[in-house]
């Protein structure tokens, strides 16, 4: 499968405790998105990359938030300090360059803080 | 932030009937996605329109953008069981990285 893949699919955490996440893009792609769905919303945005490159964080990353890409290919996302609100499913897409509009988004990881 | 309004928010519907969604927007947008999500995954990509008044078929999905690339459509005839899932438009934004979603309409389909 050469879709994008993340990793785990669901992490249940108790409020306090770090949570890191991953993600594999379609390899030949180099932009790279985090997205956060709660129920009954459309996913909203968190954070792009460009190759290894952080280019843009929303204001809903908050400074509990850290995401990186060492090598411009596999992603993480880390929430320290987790609050019950961080309660989502995380969703990570990619993209290439001459399209980037066209995001291919991943199973997504299921996120529950207690 | 532009927003998109998806309508309706729910529907439920016979397997052979013909449904519209529906997506707008004050904001003009430069490309328009429509993805389709099943519980528990990921959006899926059906579609996108770039062209102000393009028409594009999927099978029995037909989508059209708006003239002034403010709206959108879906068009589903003869919807079927597998049709069933949460069918989401996104724009671009204005940072022309990240996508700005709609809420969804959810369908379901039933035999």
């Known amino acids: 499968d050469t879709g994008v893949s993340q990793d785990p699919r669901h992490k249940i955490t108790k409020r306090g405790q770090n949570v890191t996440f991953r993600c594999d893009p379609i390899?030949?792609?180099?932009?790279l998105y985090w997205y956060r769905q709660t129920l009954g919303q459309g996913p909203e945005f968190l954070t792009y990359?460009?190759?290894?490159?952080?280019?843009?964080k929303s204001r809903l990353l908050s400074d509990r938030f850290s995401a990186e890409r060492p090598k411009g290919s596999f992603s993480t996302l880390e929430i320290q300090r987790t609050e019950q609100g961080d309660s989502a499913m995380y969703l990570c897409?990619?993209?290439?360059?001459?399209?980037?509009?066209?995001?291919?988004f991943g199973p997504g990881t299921r996120l529950t803080v207690t | 932030t532009q927003l998109l309004e998806q309508s309706p928010q729910f529907l439920s519907i016979q397997e052979g009937e013909n449904l519209t969604v529906y997506c707008n927007s004050s904001s003009v947008f430069s490309s328009l996605q429509w993805y389709r999500q099943e519980p528990g995954e990921g959006p899926v990509l059906l579609v996108t329109v770039v062209t102000g008044g393009e028409v594009k078929k999927l099978k029995r999905l037909t989508f059209q953008f708006g003239d002034a690339r403010k709206d959108s459509s879906l068009h589903i005839t003869a919807a079927q069981p597998g049709d069933t899932g949460l069918y989401l438009c996104?724009?671009?934004?204005?940072?022309?990285?990240?996508?700005?979603f709609g809420k969804g309409t959810s369908l379901l389909v039933t035999p």
């Open positions: 990359f460009q190759n290894e490159a952080q280019l843009e």
């Open positions: 390899s030949e792609h180099n932009r």
């Open positions: 897409a990619s993209s290439g360059n001459l399209e980037s509009y066209e995001q291919y």
């Open positions: 996104a724009g671009d934004s204005n940072s022309g990285y990240a996508l700005n």
